[in-house]
């Protein structure tokens, strides 16, 4: 009998420090991890490692609960919100406009699908169920560590390091291994609370000394994203984290705080923030208000006449786009468009005025409001239960706060459990200025799975090898067949789920190539490397649709090197794979102007295809009717059909939804001085000289040759 129960133990032993490892792993390569071989090279290494570590682990527990023959499942205050919340989930996932992408996440951000909230709810519960409360410190630690490596990155990156690789002024704004400015920002909100809070407890003086220099390294390469969301919640969370300090320690506060706003307060004079107000006394605006003054008094006013829209303010931007995540809710109040439907529902529902900035044709698939974005997709439903888990952790944390008292000094895990409050609290502030990423959501459902233990007083935590070892295992010849068969089956599960995740990456990694090829087009090569992908991952209608072009545009090459049977054949297939991609997304109006695209491409050898070209940019109308671009290409092609009086009424509409759009006024001039209304043509060619760019040389070309004629 003994002999039995040091085999169990040693089982489960083997099973928790694996369990544990995995979890430093998840913590240490997540905000490392990138690759420059993706078609996103960032959010989408991240989320298939958290998919690939939450496989690992949940296996890793089920084996171990076939191995106690219990289940092991530690119950927490949150539950039944959770459960809710996933609930909701599904229920939007089931009403969606687009349940692919509801289930998958958008492509290019994969965080926020069905899938994604399975992985962190399994990673919570995992982590409550089978982590111990001594390794927890060294968990942190390992998150330290990493975040090191990415702020010397971020620093790096500040002084040139990478800047030829980037498109991005990367010097300017540091995104390190996040990949976007606000995201890592976000990230380094996350760690300085919880950093700062590490550094007051008692450790060796070598790891006082890391931490305390990792609080100001973050702090620096957060000022050099220019982050203004991350420096709000940086603010609001360090904030919170020394008023709870005070409130629990009184004068043991005082000269840590002191110390650290000093160094604070010293490195933003040295090096700057985000916010005008506060940079106007900086350091490097001190030195450079000379050559600023110069400079602005250089500048040239611009015409009032003109409309200039010029860089508009990402405040104004977000402000739009907020009024469209609105509107979806409006018409979506109770379960939304479905999860992570956005992108797709924001065509729709986009505010007239996003035509009038600088970024009028950009895709915008989150709502840049974690709040609004659950509102518009999973409606009160979703932002419902959402709003209640973050209200029930902060009464319980408070509750738990105000219930604890001391009476020497205060144990470590409590001050890291402030500072860990605090860095949740971020999370909360940089979401509503923006949206959760892989990282700044694996903390958003595991920093609250840590506090509960933490704020646990259990000798032994449920799950550990102590308790499992108190009853007496009996196993018969039978039982330890049925325990077998429940091994092979979770051991070939995890590892078919494993073998889905290495068919997704690579299929991304095809599809990457792809892509880049096709925009070259090299549409052969594009088509070979896409086809891949789709073989590898057959449902992703993203691959459908972007396969479909180059294989029409082969199709039209054949055409033209008079080999009709072969072109026929990539006519075909082109044709095939876009309706199968709007049969798995019928709302993505993507989808519908690359069957616009390809049908009108095709109409230049068959005329009979031009209709069906005009029905489907109809279509992508109705899905997104402020969409200027949309009605601009259905003009020319009404009027290529001889259907001048639908071209005019579409121009006129192109002009109203975005008043400074040149093309569209071109095309007026042009129709109108082909069909004999010069007075019309010569109006709108010299509304482009006179509203838009007066040194427009084609539309004074036009407006020469016009007054020449009259």
Known sequence: MIKSEIIEYMKIEVTDRIIIFTYHILFFLVPLILTPWNFELFEF??????????????????????????????????????????????????????????????YSRFNGGLLSTF????????????????????????????????????????????RHIWVQDVQNRVFSTLGQPNWLAAFLAVLIPVTTSL??????????????????????TLIYTKSRSGFLGLMGGLGI????????????????????????????????????????????????????????????????????????????????????????????????????????????YRPVEHNMTSEWDFLYNKAHNEYLNYAATTGMFGLGSYLLIIGVFIFYFLKQFKNISFKSSPPAKFVVSIGLFSAWLTVLITNFFGFSVVITQLYFFLIPAVVYLYMQDYAVLPGSPEKYLKRAIVVNFRQNMHLSILLVIVCLTGLFLVIRLIFFWVSDFYFAKGHSQSKSQEFASAYKNIKTAVFL?????????????????????????????????????????????????????????????????????????????????????KLSPTDPKIRYNLAL??????????????????????????????????????????????????????????????????????????
């Open 241 to 348: 984290f020394w008023l709870l300090y005070f409130l629990k320690f009184k004068k043991e506060t005082v000269k840590p705080f002191l110390v650290q706003a000093a160094l604070l307060f010293a490195i933003v004079f040295l090096f700057g923030a985000p916010f005008r107000i506060i940079e106007k006394y900086t350091l490097p605006q001190l030195l450079n208000s000379s050559n600023s003054a110069s400079v602005s008094r250089s500048v040239k006013p611009v015409d009032l006449s003109i409309i200039d829209v010029g860089i508009t303010e990402s405040g104004e931007i977000r402000n739009i786009v907020w009024k469209g995540a609105i509107n979806i809710f409006k018409n979506y109040p109770v379960f939304g468009t479905g999860t992570e439907s956005f992108a797709l529902a924001y065509f729709k």
């Open 119 to 162: 992985s962190y709810l399994i990673l919570f519960y995992a982590f409550v169920s089978n982590f111990q409360k001594s390794q927890i410190l060294k968990l942190l630690r390992t998150a330290v560590i990493s975040a090191i490596f990415v702020t010397v990155y971020g620093i790096l990156e500040h002084f040139g390091i990478d």
């Open 537 to 621: 991952n057959p449902n992703e209608s993203f691959y459908l649709d972007e396969l479909a072009f180059p294989a029409a545009q082969i199709g039209l090459y054949l055409y033209s090197e008079n080999k009709a049977s072969d072109s026929a054949v990539f006519i075909k297939e082109a044709l095939f794979y876009n309706e199968k991609a709007l049969n798995i997304s019928p709302k993505n109006v993507n989808y519908w102007k690359t069957k616009t695209r390809i049908l009108y491409n095709l109409s230049q050898i068959d005329q009979n295809y031009l209709p069906e070209a005009i029905k489907a940019l109809e279509v992508a109308k």
């Open 45 to 106: 290494n991240k989320m298939m490692l958290t998919y690939f570590l939450t496989v690992i682990i949940a296996s890793l527990w089920l084996i171990k609960m076939i191995t106690v023959k219990q289940i092991i499942f530690n119950k927490t205050p949150f539950d039944l919100l959770l459960l809710l919340f996933l609930i909701s989930q599904i229920t939007s996932t089931l009403l969606s406009w687009d349940r692919h992408v509801s289930v998958f996440g958008y």
């Open 637 to 710: 092609m009404y009027d290529t059909s001889g259907q001048s009086k639908k071209a005019y009424f579409e121009l006129d509409d192109t002009v109203k939804l975005k008043v400074n759009y040149r093309d569209a006024w071109l095309a007026k001039g042009i129709f109108h001085a082909r069909d004999g209304n010069y007075e019309k043509a010569i109006e709108a060619l010299e509304f482009i000289l006179t509203r838009i760019n007066p040194n427009d040389d084609e539309a004074r070309k036009q407006l020469e040759e016009l007054q020449n004629k009259i």
């Open 199 to 220: 550094s007051l407890i008692k450790t060796p003086g070598k790891e006082k000394f890391l931490y305390t220099v990792a609080v100001y390294m973050y702090f620096i």
